[in-house]
């Protein structure tokens, strides 16, 4: 399922929620291979106490899931938060939109960009290691850039 093509606008706003909101990373998954392949996946989160800004996003990017935040801190009389998320292929065709807006994540969606070029090489066979070792190294410098 593809995503929706954002406006000029849209890619714009989306960018700067982004930017100050969201969060771009890999997260790694370890498979119960018998050669117990690591992997990673690309995630995009964008996390709001507005219910209604993160149902807007859905609207526009046309995918994504919302959903509640677990609110640790209700005894100091905290608003709900919720998150909205995206991940793998998903995420990279939002990340092309707001590329040329983004101001902080602009790293981070390159490192994206750059992972998404590893996937589908060895389709149905084990990863090289060439191709284990970027991912790592990707991971490595996104968590980085993150901190």
């Given amino acids: 399922m593809k995503i929706n093509n954002l406006t000029d606008t849209d890619a714009a706003y989306l960018a700067g929620i982004i930017d100050g909101e969201g969060s771009i ?40 899931s919302v959903g509640k935040m677990k ?22 065709d939002v990340l092309r939109q707001v590329y040329p807006y983004l101001k902080v994540k602009r790293l981070q969606a390159e490192v994206a960009f750059e992972y998404q070029k590893t996937v589908g090489i060895s389709f149905g066979k084990k990863l090289s290691e060439e191709i ?16």
Avoid: E
């Fill in 25 to 64: 990373n890999l997260s790694r998954v370890h498979k119960n291979s018998p050669d117990h392949t690591t992997t990673y996946f690309i995630r995009l989160r964008v996390t709001n106490t507005h219910r209604g800004l993160l149902d807007w996003i859905v609207l526009k990017v046309g995918y994504g």
């Fill in 71 to 92: 609110n640790y801190d209700s005894k100091y009389n905290r608003k709900q938060a919720y998150q909205w998320n995206l991940s793998n292929q998903r995420v990279v």
């Fill in 132 to 147: 284990v070792d970027k991912r790592a190294g990707l991971k490595s410098k996104i968590t980085g850039l993150n901190r």
